[in-house]
């Protein structure tokens, strides 16, 4: 519903005026073992993506980037290179660093 002007009537429920604000989850653990590893795109920007992604009305209003530090065991290099990656990624306004731990252990199964 249009007012004669073309402008939607004031109070109209709608019609959606403002962007709306969007926040993205990561799982940075799946996001590299998924999709990453093994592919020239490491240095992915987990923000430009999804305003990629995203339709135009949305604004990414906020990234939580969840993730653990990597142990370093099978590859002495990859603490490093991963404290780059997140470095990177923390100058970006929109992205929250959360770190948790990595828990791997091997569950024996009983045999059916």
């Known amino acids: 519903m249009l007012s004669a002007q073309g402008q939607p009537p004031r ?13 993205i989850y990561v799982d940075g653990f799946n996001l590299y073992y998924g999709a990453l590893k093994g592919t020239p795109y490491k240095w992915l920007d987990p923000v430009r993506l999804a ?3 995203l339709p135009q009305e949305h604004v990414v209003d906020r990234l939580r980037y969840f993730t653990a530090l990597v142990s370093g065991k099978s590859d002495p290099t990859a603490p490093a290179r991963q404290r ?15 770190y948790g731990r990595f ?7 009983p045999m059916l």
């Open 11 to 23: 109070g109209c429920p709608c019609f959606v005026l403002e962007p709306m604000k969007t926040w």
């Open 51 to 53: 305003k990629t992604l």
């Open 84 to 98: 780059i990656y997140l470095n990177a990624l923390s100058i970006l306004p929109e992205v929250r660093i959360h």
């Open 103 to 109: 828990l791997a252990k091997i569950l024996n199964l």
